[in-house]
C-alpha cells in the first residue's frame, strides 16, 4: 500500500479544484447576492476591519455542494476525516492593509474541536472565486 501524502511543512497546499467555469460563475452570483458583516482586523482581535467582510453560509445551495464535493476530493488523499462542515464567504474590499494570512486558530477553537471528536483539528480551504485574487 503506498504512503499516504502529508501537508508539506508549510501546512498548506495549493490545488486546481477543476471545476468548470459555469460553477466558478454560480458561486461568484451567488457570493455578490449575499449581505456580509465586517470581520477581525487580526486573528483573534476585538477589532473589526470594515474593508474586510463575511457572511456563514447557512443554507448550502447546489454549487456550494458541488464545491465541497471537489473540496473532499482533494482532502480525501490527506485523511478521510478532512471533511468539510462551515462554509462562508469573505469579501475584501480595496484600500485596506495586507492582511495576516488566515491559518491561525484561536486555542478556545482548537480546544472545542478537540472536545467534538478527538484527534480533530480545524482547518482552512480558500477557494478564490476570481481571477487575481491574492491568497
Known amino acids: ?64 455542494a458541488n464545491l465541497r464535493n471537489a473540496i473532499c476530493d482533494i482532502t480525501a488523499c490527506l485523511g478521510p ?7 462562508s464567504f469573505v469579501l475584501s474590499l480595496s484600500g485596506g492593509d495586507e492582511q495576516e494570512p488566515r491559518q491561525d486558530y484561536p486555542n478556545e477553537v482548537i480546544a472545542t474541536a478537540a472536545k467534538k471528536k478527538a484527534g480533530r483539528i480545524p482547518a482552512s480551504a480558500i ?4 481571477e487575481g485574487t491574492i491568497l
Do not use: H
Open 81 to 87: 476525516a478532512w471533511n468539510p462542515t462551515v462554509f
Open 1 to 64: 500500500m503506498a504512503p499516504k501524502p502529508t501537508l508539506p511543512a508549510c501546512g498548506y497546499i495549493v490545488a486546481d479544484l477543476g471545476l468548470p467555469v459555469a460553477m466558478v460563475d454560480e458561486l461568484l452570483s451567488e457570493a455578490k447576492g449575499r449581505t456580509y458583516e465586517p470581520v477581525f482586523k487580526t486573528v483573534g482581535g476585538d477589532e473589526d476591519d470594515g474593508l474586510r467582510q463575511q457572511l456563514r453560509v447557512s443554507r448550502r445551495s447546489a454549487a456550494i
Open 127 to 130: 477557494f478564490a472565486l476570481e
